[in-house]
């Protein structure tokens, strides 16, 4: 049960990330109204990258979960919750993430981490009440 929350958390999660990537395109395409040359693409690409980035840092900060895991009462409990952590976190998690099966199949050989979070103390726990601590 445990593995099948986490794979629907993670179908959840892409269509948060989904729909912030609309929010942020459509920001960016009312300053640019065409995506002409490749510096443009880039800086697209980027920009959605930043906001995503401050959704999974500001959610890591705030309650140490994000919107699908606090729905299916998952938890990440955190070796730190410094900025500069969760910075870091998100760095590694967008580089681990290109080798999407790799990093999803590393939860059923390392249990309750990602190979993002392999050498660190993060842990993937189920959350026993329902009331949301914050």
Known sequence: ?????????LIYE?????????IAGFVFLIFFDRLENNILRF???FLIWIAWGF??????????????????SLRLNFEHKSYKFLILRYIKVTFFWFFFPLNFLAIFFLKDRFLHD????????VVQNK???K
């Open 55 to 72: 959704y999974f840092i500001y959610s890591w900060k705030r309650f140490g979960q994000t919107l699908p895991m606090r729905a299916w």
């Open 118 to 125: 392999f050498r660190t103390k993060n842990l993937i726990t």
């Open 43 to 45: 800086l697209h690409q």
């Open 1 to 9: 049960m445990f593995y099948l929350k986490i794979f629907i958390v």
């Open 14 to 22: 892409l269509l948060i990330l989904l729909a912030i990537a609309f």
């Open 131 to 133: 009331t949301l601590n």
